[in-house]
């Protein structure tokens, strides 16, 4: 029983007629799958069967592989025949078009519809996406009485086993749904088309490369945008990106002198003009005379899971496991370096982390960050976990000086930081030799870090555990060993 289109390939449509065609002609085209994108496969597949409980008890009818659905489709018919009141993975198909549901619950007229996501809301994006689904089991004669995305309450603590109704939060879309079920039909008829068409669609690179998600054609379709061009222009809206590429300005210093741009925005442009640096001097001045010594230089880690694994965590919540630590008497000092990573032994990584933090970081001296938002708010998080250490920690929030700030502010600014105020841009920027720092690392971004921790913490982690811990242990040292580095670029100024 072959399908023409199926919910995934008609959300490719929806998103992009050239990514519809593509996918289906010239797969080969087709950007690899990161690690990152993987683990959130996976994640989303893990979630979904954890939903089941909330309607346990089902028959499942997931398919023994992607392409076998007609057993699937088949025993869904006999069991919506037969009345069966839990059904996971229905799988359906009309005009062509197959659809799969991943909670089908008998109700009194017929069946109610769930679909899991393992985000934290409703995005517009599964209305259309639930809308196809809902047309195609329709059209199979089944009289649906409600459709319903499942998603992840992020306002969930665990606290023991997980509540299974406290994890999710269930939202009926039935009348959300209702206009473009209405304009689904005619979707079909055009996606057929394209996909018959013979040729590639024309399709301008736009905004709906990279929104709602990334497509998977980019390395495809935006070969010719160098690395660095007018779509790195800071805090540029994407229209305005899209009229200078359209107009054929693609290069940063192409950019006209009359179009319109903010200050920062047009520093940059300057700046790789002239291949400058920016510096304002009594500015940097004036940061620098704020610090005290001794100096903590200080760098969080932290990993998250879509079920919590902790008590007193909750869904998607950043947890520390690591931090890095240089610490300088005074200016120009030598650093002595201090770190902290937890095992992976089942046992909360917060509870060792905020001893040991506390224990390093002394009783006196500021403590120096790189973006001061992210630090703050998990050291608030770990004072509302640990009340009894709360004193502690607020004294070491208001230690915090932020080392971003001149960066952001644009008080230093060079054309190699590309726009970017991110220690990983800023850090060759300032200090030639470490040009290669983050890249000769196999951990590089905090990203991977936080991925490999967290696969080490369920257990999913394939890799071996002992190199993981010394490969996300020199990943942290760098940023911290960056952010002195930084400091003493600064005090030459
Ligand atoms: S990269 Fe953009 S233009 Fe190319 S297929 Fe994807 S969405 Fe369409």
């Given at each position: 029983?072959?399908?023409?289109?199926?919910?995934?390939?008609?959300?490719?449509?929806?998103?992009?007629?050239?990514?519809?065609?593509?996918?289906?002609?010239?797969?080969?085209?087709?950007?690899?799958?990161?690690?990152?994108?993987?683990?959130?496969?996976?994640?989303?597949?893990?979630?979904?069967?954890?939903?089941?409980?909330?309607?346990?008890?089902?028959?499942?009818?997931?398919?023994?592989?992607?392409?076998?659905?007609?057993?699937?489709?088949?025993?869904?018919?006999?069991?919506?025949?037969?009345?069966?009141?839990?059904?996971?993975?229905?799988?359906?198909?009309?005009?062509?078009?197959?659809?799969?549901?991943?909670?089908?619950?008998?109700?009194?007229?017929?069946?109610?519809?769930?679909?899991?996501?393992?985000?934290?809301?409703?995005?517009?994006?599964?209305?259309?996406?639930?809308?196809?689904?809902?047309?195609?089991?329709?059209?199979?004669?089944?009289?649906?009485?409600?459709?319903?995305?499942?998603?992840?309450?992020?306002?969930?603590?665990?606290?023991?086993?997980?509540?299974?109704?406290?994890?999710?939060?269930?939202?009926?879309?039935?009348?959300?749904?209702?206009?473009?079920?209405?304009?689904?039909?005619?979707?079909?008829?055009?996606?057929?088309?394209?996909?018959?068409?013979?040729?590639?669609?024309?399709?301008?690179?736009?905004?709906?490369?990279?929104?709602?998600?990334?497509?998977?054609?980019?390395?495809?379709?935006?070969?010719?945008?160098?690395?660095?061009?007018?779509?790195?222009?800071?805090?540029?809206?994407?229209?305005?990106?899209?009229?200078?590429?359209?107009?054929?300005?693609?290069?940063?210093?192409?950019?006209?002198?009359?179009?319109?741009?903010?200050?920062?925005?047009?520093?940059?442009?300057?700046?790789?003009?002239?291949?400058?640096?920016?510096?304002?001097?009594?500015?940097?001045?004036?940061?620098?005379?704020?610090?005290?010594?001794p100096l903590y230089h200080l760098d969080?880690?932290?990993?998250?899971?879509?079920?919590?694994?902790?008590?007193?965590?909750?869904?998607?919540?950043?947890?520390?496991?690591q931090y890095s630590l240089h610490v300088q008497k005074?200016?120009?000092a030598e650093p002595h370096h201090f770190e902290f990573l937890?095992?992976?032994?089942?046992?909360?990584?917060?509870?060792?982390?905020?001893?040991?933090?506390?224990?390093d970081?002394?009783?006196?001296?500021?403590?120096?960050?790189?973006?001061?938002?992210?630090?703050?708010?998990?050291?608030?998080?770990?004072?509302?976990?640990?009340?009894?250490?709360?004193?502690?920690?607020?004294?070491?929030?208001?230690?915090?000086?932020?080392?971003?700030?001149?960066?952001?502010?644009?008080?230093?600014?060079?054309?190699?930081?590309?726009?970017?105020?991110?220690?990983?841009?800023?850090?060759?920027?300032?200090?030639?030799?470490?040009?290669?720092?983050?890249?000769?690392?196999?951990?590089?971004?905090?990203?991977?870090?936080?991925?490999?921790?967290?696969?080490?913490?369920?257990?999913?982690?394939?890799?071996?555990?002992?190199?993981?811990?010394?490969?996300?242990l020199a990943y942290c040292e760098l940023d911290t060993l960056a952010m002195v580095k930084?400091?003493?670029?600064?005090?030459?100024?």
């Amino acid at each position: 029983m072959a399908h023409e289109l199926s919910k995934s390939t008609f959300m490719r449509g929806v998103k992009c007629e050239k990514n519809l065609y593509l996918n289906k002609h010239l797969k080969e085209l087709r950007d690899d799958l990161s690690v990152q994108q993987e683990a959130v496969f996976t994640q989303g597949s893990n979630v979904g069967e954890l939903a089941q409980q909330l309607f346990p008890g089902g028959i499942d009818l997931t398919p023994e592989t992607f392409y076998d659905f007609g057993k699937s489709i088949f025993k869904t018919k006999q069991a919506i025949a037969k009345g069966e009141p839990v059904i996971y993975e229905a799988a359906f198909l009309h005009n062509g078009v197959l659809a799969a549901m991943d909670i089908m619950v008998k109700s009194e007229n017929g069946y109610k519809a769930y679909e899991v996501k393992s985000s934290t809301e409703v995005k517009d994006v599964f209305i259309q996406d639930v809308a196809l689904q809902t047309y195609v089991i329709q059209n199979c004669g089944i009289q649906l009485e409600d459709v319903s995305v499942i998603h992840i309450n992020n306002q969930y603590v665990k606290n023991g086993p997980i509540d299974i109704n406290e994890l999710f939060t269930i939202v009926s879309i039935w009348d959300e749904i209702q206009n473009p079920l209405a304009a689904v039909p005619n979707q079909i008829v055009r996606f057929k088309q394209v996909l018959k068409s013979g040729e590639v669609p024309e399709v301008n690179i736009g905004a709906q490369c990279s929104n709602p998600y990334t497509c998977d054609f980019m390395g495809h379709c935006w070969k010719d945008v160098p690395e660095y061009s007018v779509f790195n222009l800071s805090r540029l809206k994407m229209e305005k990106r899209l009229e200078l590429f359209e107009n054929g300005i693609v290069q940063v210093e192409e950019v006209p002198d009359d179009f319109k741009l903010s200050d920062n925005q047009r520093l940059q442009v300057e700046a790789e003009k002239n291949k400058t640096e920016y510096i304002d001097k009594d500015q940097i001045k004036q940061f620098l005379n704020e610090i005290n010594y001794p100096l903590y230089h200080l760098d969080f880690e932290t990993m998250g899971h879509a079920v919590p694994i902790f008590d007193g965590s909750s869904p998607y919540q950043q947890l520390v496991f690591q931090y890095s630590l240089h610490v300088q008497k005074s200016p120009n000092a030598e650093p002595h370096h201090f770190e902290f990573l937890a095992e992976t032994n089942g046992e909360d990584p917060r509870i060792k982390f905020v001893d040991q933090l506390i224990k390093d970081l002394g009783d006196e001296g500021d403590v120096l960050v790189y973006n001061i938002a992210f630090e703050r708010d998990k050291l608030n998080d770990l004072a509302n976990l640990f009340p009894s250490k709360a004193e502690k920690i607020y004294f070491i929030i208001n230690r915090l000086k932020d080392l971003m700030i001149p960066f952001q502010k644009k008080w230093y600014y060079s054309y190699k930081m590309r726009g970017s105020y991110s220690i990983k841009k800023v850090l060759p920027a300032l200090v030639p030799e470490f040009d290669d720092g983050y890249s000769s690392l196999t951990i590089s971004d905090g990203g991977t870090a936080s991925l490999v921790y967290a696969q080490m913490t369920d257990g999913t982690y394939e890799g071996n555990y002992e190199e993981a811990r010394k490969d996300l242990l020199a990943y942290c040292e760098l940023d911290t060993l960056a952010m002195v580095k930084i400091l003493e670029r600064l005090f030459m100024v």
